[in-house]
């Protein structure tokens, strides 16, 4: 993979070999067209983790898809991210020269300190975004069943959680931003319309941009392919269209929401030329795609008559302030990940620590068990070595923490203890795993 783009190439292994890398496909540097063939559903994303940890060196996996992201978060002696590309080209059916040209690649701390930013909402289209926390909760959760998450993910997206549920307590949660309060802010504001507003979808995004418009008092249709869940978005049997109607319904519509999880597009070129050709140039469409991948054929956008917005037209300007207090979250979770990460890391080295003071204390009191006054039992060897050890069990950590691994292998190295030699790393093996 090309290092062009990486945010950086950087990991720390002691007592337990470990490094962490996400592979990253976001609307920062990734285009809409490259985000929707990417773009993974439930199922696929759960295959592709199981999958990822069949790669040699990669012991645990995550993916995270949501419309303005795919991320692989692995974790291992040294995952290849060349293998993990193939692995999602197998599962998205896109080209390994476009997900190489598309990706970002981030590994160490620097890769946990992008899940959280992730997790605050900084990384979003949205700044703050009220849905990213729940995708990233999501992520995981899948992963577990899946059975590729293992210790260490599963602590980096603890603290990723914590991160993302700090920063949204940091403002009113009332005015937490998302895609559904930023496309009505964009192509209605507050103001009420007279022709129908319709939302097409049924599922979490629907549901959300539901409750935006009930908020704002505007009257809304719902439309899906199965009526029973679009009931649930709307109080009135009424509001709810047949999906078959929905063409016929569009003639009369004056802003339409698309939020479904269709992996194709459900509003096709044809049916919205006949739609403008008989709604007549004095009554314009608005859709709003928030779908991922899109709802609507982004040819689309040249019909006359119809104002079309996708996730690329919704920008959101966040205050300086509003950045700065969910940045410093994200720099205060990332140092209690550190801190744990690096009692992971250096925690073996720090047993055989313990057990050759413990050993020596015993020696020396063996030694001076007979200088003892009769009938007073001798001291601890445990106690005593804890005492001398908590000192430099302390320091270690910090060092490590800290990012100085060769000054915590010399406090180490004054008792005995060395890294053990990995020996070279096992030739690469084919991928075979094909997606399910």
């Known amino acids: 993979m090309a290092e062009g783009r990486a945010l950086v190439a950087d990991a720390t292994g002691l007592g337990e070999p470990g490094r ?3 592979v990253a496909f976001t609307h920062h540097g990734t285009s809409l ?3 929707e063939q990417v773009s993974l559903a439930a ?14 060196d990669t012991s645990e996996a995550v993916v995270l898809s949501t419309c303005n992201r795919t991320e692989l978060y692995l974790y291992g002696l040294a995952p290849d991210t060349e293998l993990a590309l193939r692995a999602l080209g197998a599962h998205c059916g896109a080209s390994l020269e476009t997900l190489r040209a598309g990706a970002t690649v981030a590994t160490g701390h620097d890769a946990a300190a992008h ?3 992730v997790a605050a909402g900084l990384e979003s289209r949205v700044m703050g975004e009220a849905e990213i926390l729940g995708q990233v909760r999501a992520a995981i959760g899948a992963a577990e069943d899946a059975g590729s998450a293992g210790p260490h993910v599963r602590g980096l997206f603890r603290f990723a959680i914590v991160a993302g549920r700090r920063a949204r307590s940091t403002a009113d949660r009332a005015l937490a931003p998302s895609l559904p309060r930023l496309a009505l802010d964009t192509v209605v504001g507050d103001a009420h319309t007279h022709a129908p507003t319709v939302v097409l979808g049924s599922g979490a995004m629907a549901a959300a941009t539901a409750r935006e418009l009930s908020a704002r008092a505007i009257d809304y249709w719902v439309c899906a392919r199965r009526s ?5 978005l709307t109080d009135r049997a009424d509001r709810v269209i047949d999906f078959g109607h929905l063409t016929a319904f569009l003639e009369r519509a004056g802003v339409v929401f ?8 459900l509003v096709r070129v044809a049916d919205l030329q006949t739609v403008i050709e008989r709604r007549g140039s004095a009554r314009p469409l608005t859709i709003v795609d928030l779908s991922m991948p899109r709802n609507v054929e982004p040819e689309a956008r040249q019909l006359p008559g119809l104002r079309l917005f996708d996730l690329d037209d919704l920008v959101e300007h966040s205050t300086d302030g509003q950045i700065r207090r969910r940045q410093r979250v994200v720099d205060e979770e990332l140092l209690h990940y550190q801190a744990w990460s690096a009692g992971r890391a250096v925690g073996p080295l720090l047993v055989q620590l313990r057990d050759r003071i413990h050993t020596d204390c015993e020696r020396m009191i063996e030694r001076s068990s007979s200088e003892l006054a009769p009938g007073k039992a001798p001291i601890s060897a445990r106690r005593v070595a804890n005492k001398l050890l908590h000192g430099p069990t302390v320091t270690i950590k910090n060092l490590i923490a800290a990012g100085d691994e060769q000054a915590a292998l010399a406090v180490l190295a004054t008792y005995g203890i060395t890294r ?3 020996g070279a790393t096992a030739s690469r093996h084919v991928l075979t795993c094909e997606a399910t």
């Open 20 to 22: 962490l890398t996400v």
């Open 33 to 35: 067209e490259v985000l």
């Open 43 to 56: 199922q696929a994303s759960s295959s592709l983790a199981r999958c990822l940890v069949t790669v040699p």
């Open 115 to 117: 899940l959280l930013r």
């Open 228 to 232: 029973d869940r679009a009931g649930r």
């Open 258 to 265: 698309c939020a479904t999880g269709a992996r194709s597009p």
């Open 420 to 422: 053990p030699d990995l």
